[in-house]
Nanobody
């Protein structure tokens, strides 16, 4: 079993900053990719940023403002969010593709965290 636990969501004024964390725990052999998604009320969930083992990818609407990073020694991903806008208000979810060994065989599973609320408002 693997758990992803997000933290760091809060109420912040426009132009402010927040740092989200996503800690993975449990039976982990390796992590292929960690991602941040978000879902605003009445909208579909959308990818914000992704960090596979060989680079980073960002949605156009956060380029230059958000930075994703990973600490592989802690199985933790971070999302540094700067210059926040009211339209960034959403529940932010962590997603990871995690390799676990079953009977000695490596298998990849998809996991989601429970989400953390980010509200940008004056």
């Amino acid at each position: 079993q693997v758990q992803l636990v997000e933290s760091g969501g809060d109420l912040v004024q426009p132009g402010g900053s927040l740092r989200l964390s996503c800690a993975a725990s449990g039976s982990i052999y390796s992590i292929n990719v960690m991602e941040w998604h978000r879902q605003a009320p009445g909208k579909q969930r959308e990818l914000v940023a992704a960090m596979p083992n060989d680079g980073t990818h960002y949605a156009d609407f956060v380029k230059g403002r958000f930075t994703i990073s990973r600490d592989n020694t802690k199985n933790t991903a971070y999302l540094q969010m700067n210059s926040l806008k009211p339209e960034d208000t959403a529940v932010y979810y962590c997603h990871a593709e995690i390799v676990q060994t079953t009977g000695g065989r490596p298998l990849t599973f998809s996991y989601w965290g429970q989400g953390t609320q980010v509200t940008v408002s004056s």
